[in-house]
C-alpha cells in the first residue's frame, strides 16, 4: 500500500476544507481556546510591558520579539497539526487496527506549544526565585504545568475508550513526545532570550 503524503493532505485540507476543520472538536484540539486566548493575549501582554509596566520596575513577562515570534508560529503549526490530524482520522491506523502514529506529531507539538507559551511568563520574578536555581525551578514549574495537561489528556483517552481508544504503550509515547516538545522549547527559550538577573 503507498504512502500517503500527509503534508499535500494537510495543505489541501487547510485550503479546501478549512471551515470543516476549524470546528473539529476532538481530542488535543480541546486546547484551541486557551491557545487562541495565549496567542492575543502574549502581544499585548508584551507591548504593555514593554512601555507601561517596565516604567514600574515589573516584569510579567520576560521574552523579546523573536521569542513571541516564535511563539506565535508554533501555536499556529500545533492548533493546525492538531486539527487536520483529528479531521483526517489520523489518530487511527485502519490497516493495522491499532492507536496511529500520527499523534508522535501532534503530542510533540502540544507539549511544545505548551512550554513556549508558559515560558513568555515570567514566573521566575512573579515567584520571587533568584540566579541559575531560579530559573531551573521556573522550568520545573512551567514543565508540570505541561506534564499535567499531558497526563490529564492520556486520562480522558482512558476513560472514554468508546472516543479514544489508546493502549498503554501508546499513553506512555505520547507522554514522552510532549516532554520532548516541551526540552526543545526550553532549549530554543533559552537560545533566543538572554539571560538577566
Do not use: C
Not at 8 to 25: G, Y
Not at 45 to 52: A, E
Not at 165 to 179: C, H, N
Request: charged share 15%; glycine share 4%; proline share 4%.
Amino acid at each position: 500500500m503507498p504512502q500517503q503524503d500527509f503534508f499535500a493532505i494537510f495543505l489541501s485540507d487547510l485550503q479546501n476544507h478549512w471551515s470543516e476543520v476549524w470546528v473539529v472538536s476532538a481530542g488535543s484540539t480541546i486546547m484551541k481556546p486557551y491557545a487562541l486566548a495565549a496567542f492575543f493575549a502574549l502581544p499585548i501582554l508584551f507591548l504593555i510591558q514593554k512601555f507601561i509596566l517596565t516604567k514600574h520596575g515589573v516584569f510579567l513577562v520576560w521574552t523579546n520579539p523573536w521569542f513571541l515570534l516564535y511563539t506565535e508560529i508554533s501555536i499556529i503549526i500545533a492548533l493546525l497539526v492538531a486539527l487536520v490530524g483529528q479531521y483526517e482520522n489520523w489518530y487511527w491506523d485502519p490497516v493495522r487496527n491499532i492507536s496511529g502514529q500520527f499523534d508522535d506529531a501532534s503530542h510533540f507539538l502540544s507539549g511544545h506549544m505548551i512550554a513556549v507559551i508558559l515560558l513568555n511568563i515570567n514566573f521566575k520574578d512573579l515567584f520571587r526565585l533568584a540566579g541559575r536555581w531560579g530559573r531551573i525551578a521556573e522550568v520545573i514549574f512551567i514543565w508540570s504545568i505541561m506534564a499535567y495537561a499531558a497526563i490529564y489528556s492520556e486520562w480522558n483517552e482512558s476513560v472514554h475508550p468508546e472516543r479514544y481508544w489508546s493502549e498503554y504503550w501508546d499513553s506512555l509515547k505520547d507522554m514522552s513526545e510532549d516532554f520532548k516538545g516541551a526540552l526543545i522549547a526550553t532549549a530554543n527559550y533559552n537560545l533566543i532570550v538572554p539571560f538577566e538577573e
